[in-house]
Every structure is written in structure tokens, then in C-alpha cells.
């Protein structure tokens, strides 16, 4: 038996290969903007109008001409209109002040709004200012939030409820956006035992709950993607070539967890193979390593290591990209902040970790105790990964690369 592995590539590497696979599926479609939170634009919005439309009053009170008050507390102005927010004004008429509200268009001939805590109403109605205004003050111009012609979301941003706001704000109800990425999930391992099935106390000897499958599935549909979950495929070559023959015919991607090591158990690589391409890599970080790339058909076919750690952590390190550049996303790296350890790692891997580490109240990382990447605590337990450089040590109190988990969840 050939037992020779690939070598180690790093992960940069291997994310620029994996990249370089993923061409946008082109695929667009028109979804309401009350839809279109995680969605990827395909288009420029670019605005018809000002926002806001008009000058307005960002105050409750009265809109004036500074040079009709030269002085505070000098005798009182008389109201000339009303003007409440959704309703015109009239020009304002010189020696008088409009009684105003937030968002009612400023009367043209005003320069200037004071609120109504600067005044005073006197017995017979006229209004008297207390403090000297200034020219400007308490408007709002038209444009300044969005100007006509200007682009306020561009095409490859992912829709979060901020742009969706702006969206609406230039008026549009509905949003181009790429098609929703199909993916087909399966799990392989016959040890695997879906909870439900089997109460805790009657799983066999070897038995496991399958986990893998419940956050993979989540973590899809977080990034826009419609999840057909194909269930637990068992240790065997026909069975895990049933599958992917199925899956690959309606989908874009067939993601499955486990199988992909060397074992004679693993029955992913030639399964794939026998039906198209795959390449097993070794992918020097820690959790993670194996992983598989390759085509079944038109679908694309990722294979994420067993061990959940390993899963979650190459998940977001590859697949998470992959579907972003498949929807046509423009990429970015995930923030990395520098912070303090408040721990010791003096026994760093050759390879590049990703240590589970959680923040603490003194603005530092604590570090989970059990890095395994068996141990799927680790990663609910943080708040985030610290991006260790491989065979670098890591004393208490030294600045580290902290990712944030909701970063890379969003
Ligand atoms: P494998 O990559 O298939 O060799 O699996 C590596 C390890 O991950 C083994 O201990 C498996 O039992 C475990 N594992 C594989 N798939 C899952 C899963 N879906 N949920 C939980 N553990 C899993
Ligand atoms: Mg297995």
C-alpha cells in the first residue's frame, strides 16, 4: 500500500488554489430589499435623489432669519405658518419665524433653526429667542447623507440590515442580488448516530452523536446558501458514490465532513474519483489538515475533515470564502486585532493553529485548556481564534493575531 501523503501546503496557498476554483455562478435574481440581509449585490445602487431631500429641521421649534434676531431675549417675532414634517412650507416672510419639526422641509429665506427649549412664547403668541443663533444651525442639508449620482452600495457587498436601510432610502424595493448557492451536505462514518434516534443511554459501544452535520448546516445557511441535507452516508464505496452521483447533478457544491484522511475507511477519494476529480491536500494548520477539493460533474466537491474542530475551523478558513466568491462577494480577510495572551503556550505546532481563546474583562485572551480538536467545547466555549505562525511560542503577556468568531459567523 502506497502510504506516501502530499506534502504540507499552507493555508494561503491552498485558499488562493481553492479560490481559483470558484468562479461566481452568475446566476442573478431580483429579491425584496425586506429579503436581502447576507445576500451578495451584483449591481451598483446608485441613487436617483438626495437624501434627505430637501433642507430640513433636525430640531422641534422655530425656523428664523438670524439677521431678524440681532439679540437675544429682543422683543418677540410673530408665527407666520406651521409647518409639520411631511407638509410643505411657504417662503418665510421677513420680521416673522414658521413654527417647525424634525424632518419639516426649512421655509425658503430661513437660515437657521432654533429649538424650541431656546424660546420663549409670549401672552400674545409672538415667539422670543433666548440665545443668539447662529446662521446654519439645526439644519439638515439636502444630500448630505446621499447625494444624486452617488453609488451607496456597490455590486460584491454582502447586504447587512445597514444597507438594506440605505437601500430603501433611495427608494428601491426590491435588490439584485446572486442566486442563492445550492449545496449538498452529507456526513460519512458509521459510527455516526443522528440525536433523536437513539437516547443517550442505549448508543452502542463506538457510537457517536453526529455533530458535524448540525453546524455545517448552519453555517451554510448563514452565508446565503440552500442546504439539501443528504443525512449520514455510511463507510462504503457504493453507498458514498449513490450519493455524490445524486447530489451532483442539482447542486453547485457537495460539502461532506470526514472520510477524507488515508484510512482504508475512507471511502471519499475514490468514490470521488471514480465519478470525476479530487485532490486530497494537507494543509498545514492546526486544526484542520486534510481536506479535499475536487468536481463531480458540474458541482464543485469539498471534503472538511471529521473531527468537528478540524470541520469548523477549515470550514471557515476555506468553504467560507469559496461560497462567498461563488455568489460573486468581494473578499475580505477577516479583522485581526493585536491583543495580550494571558497564557502560555510553550509547545507551538509546526504547523500554523488556530487556538481557541476567549476575551477576557482585562482586554486580553484567555486560552481554552483542551486545544483537541475533538473538543468542539473549545470553540463554544471562545470567542475567537488566535492566528498562531507555525512553531512560534507564545509567554504570557505577548501580542498575539485574534480573529473574532462573530467575524467570521456574520
Ligand atoms: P474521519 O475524518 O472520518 O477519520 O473522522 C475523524 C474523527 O472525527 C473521528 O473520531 C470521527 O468519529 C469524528 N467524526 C467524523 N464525522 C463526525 C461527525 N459528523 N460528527 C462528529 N464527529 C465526527
Ligand atoms: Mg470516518
Known amino acids: 500500500m502506497n502510504t506516501s501523503r502530499p506534502p504540507l501546503r499552507s493555508l494561503d496557498d491552498a485558499l488562493a ?40 429641521s433636525s430640531m422641534d421649534g422655530y425656523a428664523l432669519r438670524c439677521a431678524d434676531v440681532a439679540a437675544a431675549g429682543a422683543a418677540g417675532l410673530p408665527v407666520s405658518q406651521r409647518i409639520p414634517a411631511g407638509s410643505a412650507s411657504q417662503p418665510l416672510q421677513v420680521g416673522t419665524v414658521a413654527r417647525i419639526f424634525t424632518g419639516a422641509p426649512l421655509p425658503e429665506g430661513a437660515d437657521a433653526i432654533v429649538m424650541q427649549e431656546d424660546t420663549e412664547v ?21 444630500g ?30 426590491t435588490l439584485p442580488v446572486s442566486v442563492r448557492p445550492r449545496v449538498a451536505l452529507f456526513s460519512t462514518g458509521d459510527e455516526l448516530v443522528m440525536p433523536g434516534t437513539v437516547p443517550p443511554e442505549s448508543m452502542k459501544p463506538g457510537a457517536i ?44 457544491l457537495i460539502l461532506t465532513s470526514g472520510g477524507v484522511s488515508v484510512g482504508e475507511e475512507d471511502h471519499i477519494k475514490p468514490a470521488v474519483q471514480s465519478l470525476g476529480t479530487l485532490d486530497l491536500w494537507q494543509i498545514a494548520i492546526k486544526p484542520g489538515k486534510p481536506f479535499a477539493y475536487g468536481r463531480v460533474g458540474t458541482a464543485h466537491f469539498i471534503g472538511l475533515p471529521g473531527n468537528p474542530v478540524s470541520s469548523f475551523v477549515t470550514f471557515l478558513v476555506l468553504v467560507r470564502p469559496f461560497l462567498l466568491k461563488l455568489q460573486g462577494a468581494t473578499l475580505t480577510a477577516a479583522p485581526v486585532t493585536h491583543l495580550p495572551a494571558h497564557f502560555d503556550w510553550p509547545r507551538p505546532d509546526k504547523r500554523r493553529e488556530f487556538l481557541r481563546v476567549r476575551r477576557n474583562a482585562l482586554g486580553g485572551l484567555d486560552l481554552f485548556p483542551n486545544q ?39
Open 372 to 410: 483537541s480538536s475533538g473538543v468542539l467545547t473549545s470553540v463554544a466555549w471562545g470567542d475567537g481564534f488566535v492566528d498562531n505562525p507555525p512553531g512560534r511560542v507564545i509567554a504570557r503577556g505577548d501580542t498575539v493575531s485574534f480573529i473574532s468568531l462573530s467575524d467570521l459567523l456574520a
Open 122 to 142: 409670549l401672552a400674545d403668541g409672538r415667539v422670543r429667542v433666548l440665545n443668539v443663533p447662529q446662521a446654519g444651525q439645526w439644519i439638515r442639508r439636502s
Open 209 to 252: 452523536y453526529n455533530s458535524n452535520r448540525f453546524f455545517l448546516r448552519a453555517l451554510l445557511q448563514r452565508l446565503g446558501c440552500e442546504v439539501s441535507d443528504l443525512g449520514i452516508v455510511p463507510d462504503d464505496r457504493e453507498a458514498t458514490v449513490r450519493a455524490l452521483r445524486e447530489a451532483s447533478a442539482s447542486h453547485d
Open 144 to 173: 448630505e447623507d446621499v447625494t444624486r449620482g452617488d453609488t451607496v452600495v456597490r455590486a460584491g457587498q454582502r447586504l447587512s440590515p445597514a444597507e438594506m436601510g440605505l437601500a430603501a432610502s433611495i427608494g428601491l424595493a
Open 17 to 56: 488554489d481553492l479560490l481559483g476554483h470558484a468562479a461566481p455562478l452568475g446566476r442573478t435574481e431580483s429579491v425584496s430589499t425586506f429579503e436581502a440581509d447576507g445576500r451578495v449585490l451584483v449591481r451598483d445602487l446608485v441613487s436617483a435623489l438626495q437624501v434627505p431631500p430637501q433642507d430640513n
